[in-house]
């Protein structure tokens, strides 16, 4: 049985939770002060010693802003040279011209997957976002029916396929098989974005009416039917080249001896933030100064581009304070042990602790390592596949992105949303990603006995 305590604090998060939608989106109060004054109230409320609390939270900012906002900050000087050189029309031309008009969508989905593979979530969104500003305007198409897709794909293989780190860090502590979990990812995670991509991205897309003019998307300049574009394989590999990097990075060990001084060495550039850095450098040579651009122009370029991302590197800041104060509030313990003691099978035990573990702290990687580490030592004694239980607990750490997730906010500001629509669309088409590859899982291990 769950004690007392343990439901006043789960409580207390849902109203949290509810609080701060309905003070957001009814009451239109700013979303970094109410996500601020709400974790304040919600740690009082549960109990944390009142030294403690202010200190959680910044400490829950800090910790989500040493990664994302070199991410944002790196990523959206890219996509402004991407954009103010015409790499980005050019992609979006030849997409159009490959996949037509009636079937962006589709392109989307699979340029997410591939960018997805060796990038957190927030890498791949910031490299990626310039392109669908540029589609979803020369096809006139809603935002919404261009951009889902993409951050279907870019979901899905954060959460689900390895070599992502993330889910890469499933498989080592269910001590998997690495080829046999990327391959069983894959058939269950193509169709669970095609599904919450594409073809949910044209039921929900007529629904959301997104304003006229958005902040993020006049920053990146778009140059129509300029013939003068640079070229398609220059363009894409500037923006393949820190995903390249990544990869590098990641199979370092493969190359060079651990802990030598190359391995060291390409451990140190495949780091993502490293990574970008060097593709922004290497990108004012192809897209700048290859372009005819001065010094001068590209200053002002990577200057003027970054004054729009203060609030949403502070909203997505907030957001991780506010997983923080669940943490050390103690709701998320309350939530796994509600979770623990309930008899489930094994399989949708992890997909379960997973799930809650995303809804509590709002990280897609803690969820998946908390949930991993926990169901384990469970796993050894168990006839369930590994493989398919690394993957459905990355499957339940992306169920229902909401306000103390960073990529919610990410989501939401680049897209122009309220957080109803955001709700509607990246936080359902998460949920549909989530649901899909549990089902798709346990499909997989009735036909794999």
Known sequence: MIDHHSIFLLISALIAVISLI???????????ITLFVTSLALAVVTGMPLQAIVHS??????????????????????????????GA???????????????????MVVIGLIIGLPAFFEVGFVLLIPIAFTVARRTKTSLVMVGLPMVAGLSVTHGLVPPHPAALMAVNIFKADVGRTIFYALLVGIPAAVIAGPLYAKLIAPHIELPAENPMAAEFVDHGADQNLPGFSLTLFTILF????MLVGSASDAFSPPKSLINNWLHLIGNDSMALLIGVLFSFITLGRMRGFTADTILRFSNECLA?????????????????????????????????????????????????????????????????GIVAPIALHSAVRPELLAIATGAGSLIFSHVNDGGFW?????????VLQTIKTWSVCETIISVLGLLFCVALSLVLR
Request: proline letters at 3%; glycine letters at 10%.
């Open 308 to 372: 729009p991302t203060a609030t949403i590197t502070l909203l997505v800041g907030a957001g991780g304070g506010f997983g923080r104060i669940l943490q050390d509030s103690g709701v998320a313990n309350a939530i796994i042990a509600a979770a623990m003691q309930s008899h489930v099978p094994l399989l949708f035990l992890a997909w379960l602790l997973a799930a809650i573990m995303r809804l509590a702290t709002g990280s897609a990687t803690v969820a998946m390592t908390s949930a991993a």
């Open 22 to 32: 309905v003070l957001i989106a009814v009451f239109k109060l700013n979303p970094f």
């Open 57 to 86: 939270f910044e400490a829950g900012v800090g910790g989500t802003l040493g990664h994302i906002a070199i991410v944002v900050a790196l990523g959206t000087m890219l996509g402004k040279m991407m954009a103010e050189s015409g």
């Open 242 to 245: 820190p995903v390249i990097l």
């Open 410 to 418: 990410l989501v939401k500001e680049y897209f122009n949303m309220n």
């Open 89 to 107: 029309a050019q992609i979006a031309h030849t997409l159009i011209r490959l996949f037509g008009e009636k079937n962006i969508h589709w392109a």
